[in-house]
Structures are given as structure tokens and as C-alpha cells.
């Protein structure tokens, strides 16, 4: 971030049948919200004054993108749709709704790629519907890491104020999990949350707990060999050999229940609704999903389309509003480690039995 300009958030429109201009529009109605940041939502002016006037809000000042030119401190529209027209029809899914939200999130990738934008937000999107030749993939993590990735592995991890939980597996069929818990897919997400707690959430030192696959962390065997044969071993790997301060295997139900999650400053699940269902029982209001280990930053609301409640002036934006806070906290944060890392001092160290030399760092080598 620079003086110059506030901070620009990129948020797509999502399913345009689903609660998500509502919970857009519901956070940006806010006066002061421009205060924090420039918001460009990426979407279609047309869907966004019908899904205004559904649940009947004042309008507010829009700033129609053209050319790149955003306006500094006030709501901005980039049209996605071209001469496309989209029917909204509300709480049905059908694939022009999924066209409309893949429009809006392409131009707002290649817009985050290009640095046009800082940081960016996703509205829910219907996994199904939005499935074509351009969009083969189960979800955003897995477009996001090959389209900003540059090679790097994402992580998907759930967070708010008390809790962050991360997954070894994400979108995968539960009869698919325990094939895909190995040393290597355990070690990859340790490195890369352990990683991401230093990095954009400033913990010096992190914490996490690992979670267990089978049921009473597998009773040595007796429910599973998962954990004596793979998990274990890969935690005694990474504090051993990388100094992750790791820890369990924990069985989920207790590990949640009795709240030893406050003591860890992450939580590494094994599949995604062990995590889940545990996080959003905890964090519905106030969760973010952000997807750690990319270049680029991008976070969203932990909730899904809500078709059965959209037009109905009943969806709650906390959660998307506190996906825009936390974009911008490790967007800063970022920048701060980013800055406080560039050029370490190298690390001297003495070892027994051989001349050592000290070097004197107020002069020049």
C-alpha cells in the first residue's frame, strides 16, 4: 500500500440468483466503509438496482468504471457482462447465473493479476452451476492457485478473532479422504499454515493442532491405522526436521468440545467437514474463509448462496463485511513482515572445535 490511495478491494457479484448483492450491497450502504478501503465491485449495474430494489434500499452513489478510472474513497462498478442479459431469478439455480458469477470473477482475477486491485473478495458462487469449459474446477481455492498460484499450493482456512482452521483435504468425497491423508499432503499444509500464521497473521511463534482422521484418534489402530501409521510420524517430522511447533493428533469432537482450541493459534483438519461444521457452529456470524498460501490475497464469507432466503431482505453481510477487514489486515500485514524480512542478518553461530570468526557489524566487509 502506498500513501497515495486507500487500499482497493475487488468483490465479485457471486450467483446473482443468491443473497449475494445483498450482502454487498448491505456492507457498502455504509458511509464510513470508504473511509477504510476503495471497493470495486465486479458485477453488472443492472442486477445489482434489481437485487437493490428487491429489498427495498435507498440507492447510493455508484461510480460506473470505465477505462480503469476508479474513484478513490467511494463504491465502484466494473461492468462484466458485455451485451450479455441475465434474468434473475431469485433462489433458482440455473446456468446463467453461474455464467454471471464466472464473468465477474475472471475480469476480477486478471484485475488482482495486473495489481489493479489489492486485495480481493468473493461473493458465493454455486459450485455446480458455474461449471463450464472455462471453469472446471470444484470451487474457488483450486481456480484461484492455478490462475494467481505462479506454482504455489493454496490453503483453505477458516478464520475469525478466535479460531483458524485449516484443511489437508477440501472439496474431495469423503470416500476419497483417507487415500489422499499422506506424510506428504500433511507436511505440505503444515508448511504452508505455519507459514501463513507468521506471515499474514504477525504470530511469532504459532501453535497448531493437528486433528485426527478415525474416531477416538484411531484407539492405536484398533478404528484406524491413519494416525500410528501416517499422521504421527509426519508431526514428529516437521517439529523434528522444520521446528513447527505442532501437536496430536487430537480427536475432533473432544478437541472442540471442550474447548482446547483456544489454547492453539491454528487447527489443521483432515477433511473438510471435521473442520467446518465445528467452525461455523462456533463462527457463523463472524467467519471468513481465506485462502492462504498464494500471492495474492483473497478471502470471502463463510456462507453459501442462501437461495432460500434471497429477495427476502433476511441475509446478514457481517460475514462478508468481516472477509473485506480481514483481506485488508493481512494485505497490511503482508507488508509488514514482507519489509521487516527483506535483507536478514546473517546468522552467527559458534561451533566446538573450529576457529570461529566474529564478524563486526558496523563495518563494511
Given at each position: 500500500m502506498?500513501?497515495?490511495?486507500k487500499i482497493?478491494v475487488?468483490?465479485?457479484?457471486?450467483?446473482t440468483n443468491g443473497?449475494g448483492?445483498?450482502?454487498?450491497?448491505k456492507t457498502?450502504s455504509?458511509p464510513?466503509?470508504?473511509e477504510?478501503?476503495?471497493?470495486?465491485?465486479y458485477g453488472s449495474s443492472k442486477?445489482m438496482?434489481f437485487h437493490?430494489?428487491?429489498?427495498?434500499?435507498?440507492?447510493f452513489?455508484v461510480?460506473n468504471v470505465r477505462?480503469?478510472?476508479?474513484?478513490?474513497g467511494?463504491?465502484?462498478l466494473?461492468?462484466?457482462?458485455?451485451?450479455?442479459?441475465v434474468?434473475?431469478?431469485?433462489g433458482?439455480?440455473d446456468?446463467q447465473?453461474?455464467?454471471?458469477?464466472?464473468?465477474?470473477l475472471?475480469?476480477a482475477?486478471?484485475?488482482?493479476?495486473?495489481g489493479?486491485?489489492d486485495v480481493l473478495v468473493?461473493?458465493?458462487i454455486?459450485k455446480e452451476?458455474i461449471?463450464s469449459?472455462h471453469f472446471?474446477f470444484?470451487g474457488?481455492t483450486?481456480y484461484?492457485e492455478?490462475?494467481?498460484?505462479?506454482?504455489?499450493?493454496?490453503?483453505?482456512?477458516l478464520?475469525?478473532?478466535?479460531l483458524?482452521?485449516?484443511?489437508v483435504?477440501t472439496?474431495?468425497p469423503?470416500?476419497q479422504?483417507?487415500a489422499?491423508?499422506?506424510p506428504?499432503?500433511?507436511?505440505?499444509?503444515?508448511?504452508?499454515?505455519n507459514?501463513s500464521?507468521?506471515r499474514d497473521y504477525?504470530?511469532?511463534?504459532?501453535r497448531i493442532?493437528?486433528?485426527?482422521?478415525?474416531p477416538h484418534?484411531?484407539?492405536?489402530?484398533?478404528?484406524?491405522?491413519?494416525?500410528k501409521d501416517?499422521?504421527i510420524?509426519?508431526?514428529?517430522a516437521a517439529?523434528?526436521?522444520?521446528?513447527?511447533m505442532?501437536?496430536g493428533?487430537y480427536?475432533a469432537?473432544?478437541?472442540?468440545?471442550n474447548?482446547?482450541f483456544n489454547?492453539f493459534d491454528?487447527?489443521?483438519?483432515?477433511?473438510h467437514?471435521?473442520?467446518?461444521a465445528?467452525?461455523k457452529?462456533?463462527?457463523?456470524d463472524?467467519?471468513?474463509?481465506f485462502t492462504?498460501?498464494l500471492?495474492?490475497v483473497?478471502?470471502?464469507p463463510?456462507h453459501?448462496?442462501?437461495y432460500?432466503?434471497a429477495?427476502?431482505?433476511?441475509a446478514?453481510e457481517?460475514?462478508?463485511r468481516?472477509?473485506?477487514?480481514t483481506a485488508?489486515d493481512?494485505?497490511?500485514n503482508?507488508l509488514?513482515?514482507?519489509?521487516?524480512?527483506a535483507?536478514?542478518l546473517?546468522?552467527?553461530?559458534?561451533?566446538?572445535?573450529k576457529?570461529?570468526?566474529?564478524?563486526?557489524l558496523?563495518?563494511d566487509?
Amino acid at each position: 500500500m502506498t500513501n497515495e490511495r486507500k487500499i482497493r478491494v475487488g468483490i465479485t457479484q457471486g450467483d446473482t440468483n443468491g443473497i449475494g448483492y445483498e450482502v454487498i450491497l448491505k456492507t457498502l450502504s455504509t458511509p464510513e466503509f470508504c473511509e477504510l478501503c476503495t471497493p470495486v465491485v465486479y458485477g453488472s449495474s443492472k442486477i445489482m438496482t434489481f437485487h437493490r430494489k428487491a429489498i427495498e434500499m435507498p440507492s447510493f452513489p455508484v461510480n460506473n468504471v470505465r477505462n480503469g478510472n476508479f474513484k478513490e474513497g467511494a463504491v465502484n462498478l466494473v461492468e462484466v457482462m458485455g451485451n450479455e442479459e441475465v434474468k434473475v431469478e431469485m433462489g433458482q439455480p440455473d446456468k446463467q447465473a453461474g455464467r454471471a458469477a464466472f464473468l465477474a470473477l475472471e475480469a476480477a482475477v486478471a484485475a488482482l493479476n495486473n495489481g489493479d486491485i489489492d486485495v480481493l473478495v468473493t461473493a458465493p458462487i454455486n459450485k455446480e452451476n458455474i461449471q463450464s469449459e472455462h471453469f472446471t474446477f470444484p470451487g474457488h481455492t483450486e481456480y484461484l492457485e492455478a490462475c494467481t498460484g505462479e506454482g504455489d499450493k493454496a490453503l483453505m482456512v477458516l478464520c475469525n478473532e478466535r479460531l483458524r482452521v485449516a484443511l489437508v483435504t477440501t472439496h474431495l468425497p469423503i470416500a476419497q479422504v483417507p487415500a489422499a491423508i499422506t506424510p506428504d499432503a500433511i507436511m505440505e499444509k503444515l508448511r504452508i499454515f505455519n507459514q501463513s500464521l507468521k506471515r499474514d497473521y504477525c504470530i511469532g511463534k504459532p501453535r497448531i493442532a493437528v486433528l485426527s482422521l478415525n474416531p477416538h484418534s484411531g484407539e492405536n489402530g484398533l478404528l484406524g491405522a491413519e494416525e500410528k501409521d501416517v499422521i504421527i510420524p509426519t508431526i514428529k517430522a516437521a517439529y523434528e526436521k522444520e521446528r513447527i511447533m505442532c501437536f496430536g493428533p487430537y480427536a475432533a469432537d473432544g478437541f472442540f468440545g471442550n474447548g482446547m482450541f483456544n489454547k492453539f493459534d491454528g487447527v489443521l483438519a483432515m477433511y473438510h467437514d471435521q473442520g467446518l461444521a465445528a467452525f461455523k457452529t462456533l463462527a457463523m456470524d463472524d467467519g471468513v474463509n481465506f485462502t492462504a498460501g498464494l500471492p495474492v490475497v483473497r478471502t470471502s464469507p463463510d456462507h453459501g448462496t442462501g437461495y432460500d432466503i434471497a429477495g427476502k431482505n433476511l441475509a446478514h453481510e457481517n460475514s462478508l463485511r468481516q472477509a473485506v477487514y480481514t483481506a485488508i489486515d493481512i494485505y497490511r500485514n503482508r507488508l509488514t513482515w514482507d519489509e521487516s524480512h527483506a535483507n536478514p542478518l546473517r546468522k552467527q553461530y559458534f561451533e566446538r572445535g573450529k576457529d570461529n570468526v566474529v564478524l563486526d557489524l558496523t563495518k563494511d566487509e
